[in-house]
């Protein structure tokens, strides 16, 4: 079987790699230290990937591996956008796409005590912050930053949210704007809220304009900068037609 | 004379054991005041123990122990071995698994509360920092609880996390009170460790 030389190990930096290939040989890199990010995995000598995505490489030395998937893993200092599912007396229970429910504490919001507890209804969608998610445990949410101020987080009233994939989110709240939200931005006036963990929240005063921005965004997942302004053209121009 | 053990006496919930003035009831009996009678109150065998020489009450001791061979049972004070389920924000669940050297026969639920983890700084404890699901510790019950779990406490010494996985799979070497390294990755995970020995 042939290795790569181990020479090069930019060779598989920014391209898509699967479980097992081996992407970087340390015995011919002594003396450097090397910090792994996820997806991928140290087996003695060699470097494995263990999550199918594209290698990504930051200075001095780090590596992991970027993909897009459905499912979302809690990660302390994530924001999210969660659903109430559940009121008990201390703290909500909040669906956030993970493998558990996380709980929101009842004081965990900017001026918060026992007299003036926020009321959730079942099914308020909510922008939290992840406090704590340790693997095995809950995650703990707040609707504060962490200095303690409100900063944006807490309930979102009316729009539409929708669902989209971990890589589209992690596009959307990109810098600098990503095409599509620069595009739509140009011509119409809308509110976005974007969760790390798959769920995105459109705001806007007429509903045409909100089925024009969720759709657009909805499709720009695979397209590249140049080919998401197009599409956005093309929408727009339908919107005019139609109204 | 019957001597202790050799005759099985089995007796029923019931039974007469003796008067009062001759007898003092212990475990599995009670004794009526209105008739000076003392009853069993357990189906088992019953033993009869020698008083204390030099007690004032010289009377027997009567006690029926249950006929079945069971278990041991957690009591407040024993020292017992568990292996934790559940790590949440303010408290961990495990299963006990032995109490003192015997291995229980059932299921027995305790719960460790983020205030009895550790002596010192009772209110600054990360839980996570302390145990993770899979960990076996070592605890001392504090109460019989309420009717789901036993209340356990590691704030001792040499009580706490006896023996643990790394992330990677390996046992882990205790390096410290509060970690314990990987000897496969050399990673370091923080844990309420166990004094053992000393």
Known sequence: ?243 | MEEEGKVRDMVTPGEVLGKASDVRPGKGTYAVPYNDLVYASLTGIHHSVPPVPDSTDQRPTVEVTDHKAHGAVPETGSVIIARVTKVMAKMASADIMCVGSKAVQEKFTGIIRQQDVRATEIDKVDMHSSFRPGDIVRAIVLSLGDARAYYLSTAKNELGVVSAESMAGATMVPISWTEMQCPLTAQIERRKVAKIGG
């Not at chain 1, 199918?52 to 930051?58: D, F, N, Q, V």
């Not at chain 1, 969660?82 to 709980?103: E, M, Q, R, T």
């Not at chain 1, 595009?183 to 089925?211: D, H, M, Q, Y």
Request: aromatic letters at 6%; a positive charge; one cysteine or more.
């Open chain 1, 1 to 243: 079987m042939e290795i790569k030389p181990s020479g090069s190990p930019t060779s598989f930096v920014d391209q898509s790699v699967v479980p097992g290939d081996v992407v970087l040989d340390l015995s011919s890199m002594t003396n450097q230290t090397i910090k792994l990010g996820g997806g991928l995995r140290q087996d003695c000598d060699s470097i494995t990937v263990m999550k199918a995505g594209k290698l990504r490489y930051s200075k001095p030395n780090k590596y992991w591996v970027e993909s897009s998937q459905k499912r979302y893993e809690p990660h302390a200092g994530d924001s999210v956008l969660g659903i109430v599912v559940d009121s008990k007396a201390d703290n909500f229970l909040v669906d956030i796409k993970g493998p558990a429910l996380a709980y929101l504490p009842v004081l965990a919001f900017e001026g918060g005590t026992r007299r003036n507890i926020p009321k959730f209804e079942v099914g308020t969608l909510l922008y939290v912050r992840i406090v704590r998610a340790n693997p095995g445990m809950n995650p703990e949410l707040s609707c504060t930053d962490a200095s303690g101020k409100a900063a944006e987080f807490g309930q979102l009233k009316d729009g539409y949210m929708f669902e989209s994939s971990t890589g589209l989110s992690r596009m959307l709240l990109g810098s600098p704007t990503c095409p599509v939200l620069d595009a739509l931005g140009k011509k119409l006036s809308f509110e976005i809220a974007v969760g790390l963990n798959g769920r995105v929240w459109v705001n806007a005063t007429s509903p045409s304009t909100v089925v024009v921005v969720a759709n657009a965004i909805m499709n720009s997942e695979s397209l590249s900068g140049v080919q998401q302004r197009i599409m956005v053209e093309k929408l727009l121009q339908n919107l005019k037609l139609s109204c």
